[in-house]
């Protein structure tokens, strides 16, 4: 590690410093370090959520950034301690082409590649802390973390650096340590040394001066790769998703969340690492913010290397052509769709693959609503910039829901009368059985009551019908219905006497 040590113990006006330096990319993602120090003494955790496909399954991945009550949660300040680190790191990996742990520094170093004084000792101290607390704090990996060299999304807890053992410290045989020396955490390290990083422009992350336009831009460098292999213009983001990788708190009103991302969003565009964004408020509380990459991102994915993995897309950037998928049939039939409407089947498909189907299966039907003239044109960029449907469509779409609500409200009201009416049947059979039991002169007793119940016109008909010698259906079924009322009648009457039925 000789050559190591001399990078990292010379004086700043030594050594030539690298502008373009290597970072992992799951660290460039993923949230870790919090980016203000407002209400930082009481912050204890980061944690993003996202549902993602793994195969033929959805499976809820979990990032989970803990700190130690005692060291407190890396802030903006670990932050830039962290970065003056993988310069040391990328310089070794340029000498060597690996890392070995322990890595050899000195915090004299360390803030000069950051670019600030120890005069005095208080930023030496505090270099000192912000090591201390990024070893203290602890990452849960919920499928969330890809290891290159397993080709997996792994589930572990770990941290980013093992040990930290700075001079006059002891060492594991005992000697005291002549140096600092720095241990990386094992699955930091490896992902490393499987060369799972991105090259980023350490001069001008530095030289942003929001602390949101250098996470943004550190996202976006990797999403701009995927843009560039699926020959996509643009990069968009749900502001809830973005809020969690920053990570910032969200905010509830669309001007408060401008007010809150457009400062950062503006410095990227004044220095040309995005052309231009737009917000999306599309109707809804979750809005949309499209990124189109500027020169200075251009000339980054030219200056690229090495291949990584996008942990959005799963897909390794830049690359080989997208291997051919297995869409299910309700995915063909959408594609056949699309293609009916003379969109060719390659845009089709990848619309199927990075869209919402039911957006897709919307605007199928929406596109007859409009006065496009190309309407395979206007229909992919309906669906590539989530525009809403047309009046006429939703109109049609109203009239379908009311229809559909009537057919509910018929179906039930008909579910409804055919319970009722099974109930009454074994209500009625039941009052039979109870009647067939009964001693031949409780039943004439029943019959004679049931008649006296009858209605006159009925006691009247009954009557010229028994003379004529046959009784009409309609005179039976008046009479069964009173035979039953009475039979209920009796059956109460027993049982408010406490007498056995």
């Known amino acids: 590690m000789k050559k190591s040590n001399e990078i990292s113990t010379k004086k700043n006006k030594e050594i030539s410093l690298l502008k373009i330096i290597d970072s992992e990319v799951n660290l460039l993602e993923l949230p870790f370090f919090a980016l203000n120090r407002k209400n930082l003494s009481k912050k204890l955790e980061t944690e993003y959520r996202t549902t993602r496909k793994r195969g033929d399954q959805k499976k809820e ?87 290159k060299g397993k080709k997996e999304w792994i589930s572990a807890i770990f941290g980013l650096y093992d040990g930290v ?29 499987s060369f799972n990083i991105k090259s980023i422009d350490y001069a001008y992350w530095r030289s942003l001066k929001s602390k949101i336009a250098s996470r943004i831009y550190e996202i976006l460098g990797i999403k701009f790769y995927g ?94 052509k997208r291997e051919l998928e297995n869409f299910s049939q309700e995915q063909n039939d959408l594609i056949d769709k699309l293609a009916e409407a003379n ?17 897709i299966e919307k605007w199928i039907e929406a596109i007859n609503y409009t006065k496009a003239e190309d309407k395979a044109a206007y229909l992919v960029k309906a669906i590539r910039e989530n525009w809403r449907v047309p009046e006429g469509y939703l109109k049609k779409e109203e009239g379908a829901r009311e ?3 009537q057919e509910k409200i018929r179906i039930t009201r008909e579910k409804q009368k055919e319970e009722e009416n099974k109930r009454r049947q074994e209500e009625n059979e039941r009052l039979e059985r109870i009647y067939n039991s009964l001693d031949p002169l409780r039943q004439e007793e029943i019959k004679t009551e049931a008649e006296n119940r009858l209605p006159d016109f009925w006691k009247v008909q009954l009557n010229k019908e ?8 309609l005179a039976r079924i008046a009479l069964e219905e009173k035979k039953r009322e009475v039979t209920r009648d009796w059956i109460k009457r027993r049982k408010d006497r406490g007498e056995p039925i």
């Open 227 to 320: 843009a560039r292999n699926k020959k996509e213009e643009f990069i968009r983001y749900k502001y809830s998703t973005l809020c969690q990788l920053l990570p910032i708190t969200r905010k509830k009103y669309i001007s408060m969340a401008k007010q809150q991302l457009n400062p950062g969003n503006d410095e990227l565009k004044d220095t040309s690492f995005i052309s231009n964004y737009e917000w999306s408020e599309n109707g809804r509380k979750d809005w949309l913010i499209y990124y189109w990459p500027g020169e200075r991102a251009k000339e980054e994915i030219k200056r690229a290397k090495t291949r990584i993995v996008d942990l959005q897309t799963e897909e390794y950037l830049p690359g080989p």
């Open 165 to 193: 053992i700075f001079r006059g410290g002891q060492l594991e045989n005992g000697s005291i340590a002549e140096i600092n020396l720095l241990y990386l955490g094992d699955i930091y390290l490896q992902s490393l040394n």
């Open 403 to 405: 229809r559909e609500e």
């Open 61 to 147: 991945i979990v990032w989970n950034v803990s700190a130690n009550p005692k060291y407190g949660y890396p802030g903006p300040f670990d932050r830039e301690v962290h970065k003056a680190i993988e310069q040391i790191i990328s310089e070794i990996l340029k000498e060597e082409e690996k890392i070995k742990n322990p890595i050899p520094f000195s915090i004299y170093n360390l803030c000069n590649r950051m670019g600030i004084t120890i005069f005095g000792g208080k930023n030496y101290r505090r270099a000192k802390k912000a090591l201390e607390r990024i070893q203290a704090t602890v990452i849960k990996s919920d499928k969330a973390f890809y290891h």
């Open 466 to 473: 028994r003379i004529k010698g046959e009784t009409s259906k």
């Open 343 to 359: 969109v060719s089947r390659i845009t089709a498909e990848g619309l199927i693959i990075n869209y919402d189907q039911q957006l």
